[in-house]
């Protein structure tokens, strides 16, 4: 069964995600990422974003996924609540939705700088369920 979660790490937050793919486990921690912002039922889906990213390992394109996600925040002042990923080999492909900010709505409450590699981990677990976690600057 696909989740997040946030966990505990000092002055910034922790994000995991788990799915029975490792597409499913990132779309879950994308989903861990906006909910550290504000509260997902606010966020429309009102506007799509292509994604791409390229890396050597699983947990190094998780790193990269994130921190493209925070990217297309920031730049685009949006959020996003839904998210379609497609990983093969080394490259992740990925259609996001969301909308633009609007502070008086969405009453965003950190804002996330970059996912780092403290505590990554993307693993498969005994039972068959994808990982994906990591500690994000906010």
């Not at 990269?64 to 379609?84: C, G, K, P, Q, V």
């Not at 990983?87 to 700088?113: N, Y």
């Not at 993307?122 to 976690?133: S, Y």
């Amino acid at each position: 069964m696909a989740s997040w979660e946030h966990f505990s790490h000092e002055a910034d937050i922790g994000v995991r995600g788990r799915g029975e793919s490792p597409d499913a486990a990132f779309e879950q921690a994308a989903l861990a990422l906006t909910a550290a912002i504000t509260d997902l039922a606010l966020v429309q889906r009102d506007a799509q974003v292509d994604i791409r990213c390229h890396a050597p390992r699983l947990d190094i394109l998780f790193v990269d996924w994130l921190n493209a996600i925070i990217y297309e925040m920031t730049t685009r002042s949006m959020l996003f609540r839904e998210f379609e990923v497609r990983i093969e080999g080394q490259e992740l492909r990925a259609q996001v939705r969301g909308e633009s900010v609007d502070r008086k709505r969405h009453q965003p409450v950190v804002e996330p700088k970059g996912a780092t590699f403290t505590e990554l981990l993307v693993t498969q677990e005994d039972d068959g369920q994808w990982v994906a976690q990591c500690i994000v600057d906010v």
